[in-house]
């Protein structure tokens, strides 16, 4: 797991180290990790270190110190380092007075725009941890300048450090070195950041807990089943199917077909869409209806079941069968419609719920908002189940507060049927008798890692994601042997 920690504790774990660390010793940590880092970037795109430029726009905080510090590192590399001060009076003083000794130039912010467009190299230090809201028109106005590659100073200034959201302008960064821990503006913004790189500076002891994780490839590898000798098609969980109808058999495809292949042991299917279901996977045992399905270890139910008497009573049939069920698109829309559905459900069998931004606010009466974890969060709570918030990033959140974010590869999970491959992925890992938050989390990231392996650069669909699972299994085992 990769912990992720908000900003209130980073600074605090921050105070902790600070007053046992030799004065301005952290920031020239942060500052040389910065500068090896802007290095690398002027090679791999210039070819070269030496004469080359670099323009660092810098705020007025401790975030604009570090750049003004990595500066002075870079011209002992004979890099031409200017700085654009946002703030001349406010400027961080002992990393201005280091610059300045180095030799770097200071700029003028109204000669900023032509320093920026002849640069190889822009580094944002305009604001850290401590920022609140979109860039400041000033700063705004010098980004429209750039063409080079960006190197971010702990995180893009402008998107929300603790949220990931952006609403106005904002920088995009090819790439974002931070500092002792992940932000969650790291794992939820990924378009802005670009890669993300962290230098250590000796904070992890002082952090304790993280409040929000990331899974790693380790873990899902180590968290997917797969059979052992003694395993047979019953003992590895069989899974079972309420999805589709006569009109849109589709989604009952696309689920049982994740379902047929996140796992090795048996997938039942039971809906209007049997024959097709049986044309398309002829391992699944395929049934008119959920109340002649047979046992199973748990349930997908929902995608294209319609909302309904008839996709409630199935809801209501699957809920009080005592196994963990994971509630998808219809079955979303019953539940808040319908709470009372619930009743039939006894506490004790988890329950993963997978909205998407408009099925969230049917189920909380207001859309996620900015804060995206909080929102997921305070669902899994009233609904005492595990919330699976669907999006660019996906934020898992189960009921005793743990919340985890699957940071994507790209946008290629924004297609038709998407979600019905997920809740297939997350109802077999389920049925294995995985940890619901895990198997939610789990299945998030294989999905991610079939959508990109599927497009591999071009726009792709849900069966081209469907088809990509065995592979996306196959990466995230043999990159965690
Ligand atoms: N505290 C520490 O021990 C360390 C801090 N480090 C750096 O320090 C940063 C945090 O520094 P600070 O707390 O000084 O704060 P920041 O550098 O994040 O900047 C806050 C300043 O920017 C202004 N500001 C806030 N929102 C703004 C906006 N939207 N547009 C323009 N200006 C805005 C505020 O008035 C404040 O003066 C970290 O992100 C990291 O880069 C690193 O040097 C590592 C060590
Ligand atoms: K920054």
């Known amino acids: 797991m990769q912990g992720i920690w908000t900003t209130e504790r980073i600074r605090a774990a921050e105070d902790r180290l600070l007053a046992v660390t030799p004065d301005g010793e952290l920031m020239r940590r942060a500052a040389f990790g910065l500068a090896v880092h802007a290095a690398e970037m002027l090679a791999e795109h210039t070819g070269s270190v030496s004469g080359r430029r ?76 401590s920022a609140r809201g979109p860039l400041r028109a000033d700063a705004a106005a010098l980004l429209e300048h750039v063409s080079s590659p960006v190197l971010a100073v702990d995180l893009p200034s402008g998107v929300d450090p603790d949220t990931g959201a952006v609403d106005g302008p904002a920088v995009v960064a090819d790439r974002t070195v931070t500092f002792g821990a992940l932000k969650p503006v790291h794992a939820l913004a990924p378009a ?44 590895q969980g069989v899974v079972g199917v309420a999805a589709g109808s006569a009109t849109y058999p589709g989604a ?49 139910v929902g995608p294209g079941i319609g909302t309904g008497h008839e996709g409630r009573d199935v809801l209501r049939f699957v809920l009080g069968r005592g196994v963990p069920v994971c509630a998808d698109a219809d079955a979303t829309t019953i539940i808040a419609r319908s709470p009372d559905v619930l009743d039939a459900r006894d506490p004790d069998t988890p329950l993963v719920l997978t909205p998407h931004a408009g099925e969230f606010e049917r189920l909380m009466g207001s859309p996620p908002g900015a804060d995206r974890v909080a929102a997921a969060r305070s669902a899994a709570r009233k609904y005492d189940a595990v919330v699976l918030l669907k999006g660019h990033c996906t934020v898992v959140a189960a009921p005793d507060g743990r919340a985890l974010v699957n940071t994507p590869r790209g946008s290629w999970l924004a297609t038709a049927g998407s979600g019905d491959v997920l809740s297939g992925l997350v109802g077999a890992l389920l049925a294995s ?14 999905h991610s890692i079939a959508g990109s392996l599927a497009a591999d650069g071009a726009p792709t669909s849900a069966s081209g994601i469907l088809g990509a699972v065995p592979d996306a299994i196959r990466s995230v085992r043999s990159l965690a042997s």
């Open 192 to 235: 802005f950041c670009g890669e993300v790189y962290l230098v250590d500076i000796g904070l992890r002891p002082e952090l304790g807990e993280p409040d929000l994780q990331r899974l790693d490839t380790a873990d899902v590898a180590a968290a997917w089943p797969v059979p052992g000798p003694d395993d047979d098609k019953y003992s």
């Open 433 to 446: 008798g995985l940890d619901p938050w895990l198997a939610a989390g789990a299945a998030a990231h294989v």
């Open 252 to 300: 009952a495809v696309l689920a049982a077909g994740a379902a047929v292949r996140a796992t090795s042991g048996l997938v039942r299917y039971a809906g209007h869409a049997a024959d097709v279901v049986r044309g398309h996977w002829p391992e699944v045992i395929a049934t008119g209806s959920v109340t002649d399905a047979g046992r199973v270890q748990a349930w997908v």
């Open 54 to 129: 670099v323009t660092l726009l810098v705020g007025s905080g401790n975030n604009g110190g570090d750049a003004l510090w990595a500066g002075a590192f870079l011209r002992r590399r004979n890099v031409a380092v200017s700085a654009i001060l946002l703030k001349p009076e406010r400027a961080h003083a002992p990393g201005l007075a280091a610059l300045k000794r180095s030799g770097g130039k200071i700029v003028s912010l109204e000669d900023g725009p032509q320093w920026i467009r002849r640069t190889d190299l822009v580094i944002d230090g305009i604001v850290g941890i």
